[in-house]
Each structure stands twice: as C-alpha cells, then as structure tokens.
C-alpha cells in the first residue's frame, strides 16, 4: 500500500504562485508514474501533469507553460508549481501514484485526499 498526503493549497490572487507538494509513504519502491488531477467545482476531474520516474512530463494543455510538475525520488515527494494562476484554476487538487507508467486515460492506483486552491479575481 502506499499512503499520498498532499500539502500546499490556499487562497491566492490572480497572477499568483503556489506550490503543491505530496509525499508517499508505504510501498514507494512500487511508484513509477506521479500525477496531479484536479476537480473544479461543477466540473469533471481532469489531469493536470504527469511525471514518470525518468522524469518524462506531460501537461494538460490549459497549463501548459505556467505549471511545473517535478519530483524528489529521494523524498519520494512530487511538486506542482504554479504560476500565473487564473480564477478557473480554482479546484481540489490530488495527486496520484502508480507503479507504471499511466496510460492515456488511465487512473492511478493510489490517490492523496485532496488540497484546496482558490484564486480570487
């Protein structure tokens, strides 16, 4: 089993910054892929950026060149940076491990219970 627990969400301005960071815990030999989703309010969860454990990335295209995903394999922690935050990047924010590398679609095994980010125009 491998326990996700993220941190980092809050209340920013539009134009602002956050780092989101979620450490694993447990069976983290098992991790290959970390992944961040995010679920707006009314909206469908969507995935945001996915890192696998050569440090391939892939971003969606609504944040693409403002969002930064990166990982500590030491720490086994990944890190969503955002910038230039924008009110419809308002969402629960969660991440997301597995042990391979995830496919178009595909959802990850094991998932952290959520950080709030608001951004307020």
């Known amino acids: 089993q491998v326990q996700l627990v993220e941190s980092g969400g809050g209340l920013v301005q539009a134009g602002g910054s956050l780092r989101l960071s979620c450490a694993a815990s447990?069976?983290?030999?098992?991790?290959?892929?970390m992944a961040w989703y995010r679920q707006g309010p009314g909206k469908q969860r969507e995935l945001v950026a996915t890192?696998?454990?050569?440090?391939?990335?892939n971003y969606a295209d609504s944040v693409k060149g403002r969002f930064t995903i990166s990982r500590d394999n030491a720490k086994m922690t990944v890190y969503l940076q955002m910038n230039s935050l924008k009110p419809e990047d308002t969402a629960v924010y969660h991440c997301?491990?597995?042990?391979?590398?995830?496919?178009?679609?595909?959802?990850?095994?094991?998932w952290g219970q959520g950080t709030q980010v608001t951004v307020s125009s």
């Open positions: 890192i696998t454990s050569d440090g391939s990335t």
């Open positions: 997301g491990v597995d042990s391979y590398p995830l496919a178009p679609g595909q959802l990850p095994d094991y």
């Open positions: 447990g069976d983290i030999f098992r991790i290959n892929a």
